[in-house]
Every structure is written in C-alpha cells, then in structure tokens.
C-alpha cells in the first residue's frame, strides 16, 4: 500500500501551467516494479478477477466489476489507460487529454469539473488528478466511483499510479508491463549520463519566469542525470515551484536551459536573448537552450521516457562541448 498523497502538487503546477501559457506536471533510483498486491488489487485482465479494491489518493475504491465507461479528467492518465490497453473502456476524456489522437476529447474539464456533465455521460469509473470543488465526493453521492491519483512527485510514485489503473481497470498484467519497460530504459539513461561534467540547468515553466526545483517530479527525473538545478538556490521554494526573477537567472549562468514552454508560448532561445540581461547566458551563447515538448514535461504518464530520452540527448551533447 502506498502513502496516501494529495493533489496539491498538481493543482500548483497545473495552475502555473494555466496561468503562464494558455494550457493546449536528488537522484531517483526506481526500485522494482509494483506487483499486483501493491496496487492494493489483484484483478486479471479477463475482468474474472472482480470485484478488486485500490488504495488511491481517496482512500480505498472498490470496483465492483470491470468498468467498460471509464472517463478520464486528467490528461496524464488518458494516456495511461491507452498506453496499458484500456483505451475500448474510455467513453469521453477532459479538453486537454491530446494524446493519444484516437482518444475520445470533449468539452469535460479537469480544472472546472461539472458533475451534470460527467454524469450525463453514465460512466462506472472517473480518473482524476485533482480534487478540484470536491469532485470526489460530489460524484459519490450519485453512486459513480472516482479514482484519485495526484500528480508523481517521483518516479516510483508515477508507476504506482499507473499499476493502480491498471488493477481498477482490469489491465493489470499490461500495465505492469509497461512499468517494467519504463523502469528498463530510465535505467538505461541514468546509467549512460556523462555525470562527471557537473552541468547545471534551469527548467522553465512559464516566461513569467517559474521554474521547478529538484524536488518535484521533473526535478528528479533531471537528477538522473546528474544535473545541477539553480532553482534549488530560488529564496522562495513556493512548494518546489519557485517564481524566479530575471537577475537570479542571470547571475546564475545555467549551463542548459530547458523550456517547458515552447508550444503554449512561443519561446525559445531567440525570445530568451531579449530578455533583460539574458544575451550573454552561457546556455544561449553555446546553443544550449532545449526546447521541449510542453505535454511531456507537464505529466507524469508512460511517455515521461520520452521526455527522459530529450533531456538525455541534450545532456550527451552538452557534455561532449563542455
């Protein structure tokens, strides 16, 4: 059983999100990987294994059978439930759910959740990521159980969540599939990381500018690779997601600057020279500003390898010029 978390961490990020762009999320060492019991459940994939019970981050949710209308609010978890063979059990997903196409995207919001809306679309199981207006309990009370599963604060947390929607949702053996091959290429990456170069980096959230320290999901997926965050020094941690000013960027120096930011707002290393001091930043004069895809450096789903894998590349040719 997991330590019960809860959704501020997401809510934070998903809100510096929605705020700075216009939406369209120490070293880990992933441990093995969560086995059925872990998940709280032990449900086979035939759905015989009914009714299982999860433990979420709302407690204990029993699933009395195999939900065949699942809704997702999250667009983190829609691409979990297609990722672990779930998606012929998705009837409707929440407006920022992109990924994967064939997904079915409505007008549902996982920041403004509307009850009448979810309803309407008679599912036996909703997945989110926040509790927002108490969107739990306000569906208990029509008798439609919800999943809670809070924005990852580190990796293992992200293949504990994925397990969990596996067993809820009768793909158990899948998922666990899919947490083995993610565990499988992190490794990889960390183990091929030039750590010896002592890199530093700033990972922007927004252009406001936000940034995130190493204690936060992303944070950590960074320190795979032995990089340096100058966030970690920002006076004010505002929960792992500090606000920065232009002159702590400046007098910092990062070696690497990685851009959460580009599709949502446009930036890039030619937007970052405009900015007030920033011209000389060693990361711009050496053409290491990355920009990265703003989805996956947002969640914390199947596809965080491929974000890996970016951050990963960037740092080899960082490494190799330094």
Sequence with gaps: MRPRRTALAGALLGTLILAGCGQTGTTATPS??????????SASDSGAGFPVTVEAGNGKVTLAKKPERIISLSATHTETLFAIGAGPQVVAVDDQSNYPAEAPKTDLSGFKPNVEAIVAQKPDLVIVSNDIDQIVAELGKVNVPVLLEPAATKLDEAYEEI?????????Q???DEVVSGMKTAMDKLAAEAPKDKKLTYYHELDQTPYAATSQTFIGQVYGLFGLTNIADKAPDQAGGYPKLSAEFVAQADPDMIFLGDVKCCQQSKDTLAKRPGWKGLSAIKNDQVIQLDD???SRWGP???????????AVAKAGAKS
């Design 295 to 297: 989805d996956l450096a």
């Design 163 to 171: 397990a969990e929607i596996g067993a809820a949702t009768g793909n």
């Design 173 to 175: 053996a899948r998922a």
């Design 32 to 41: 093995a990987a969560p086995s059925a019991s872990s998940a709280s459940a």
């Design 303 to 313: 596809r965080v390898v491929q974000l890996a894998e970016s951050i990963g590349a």
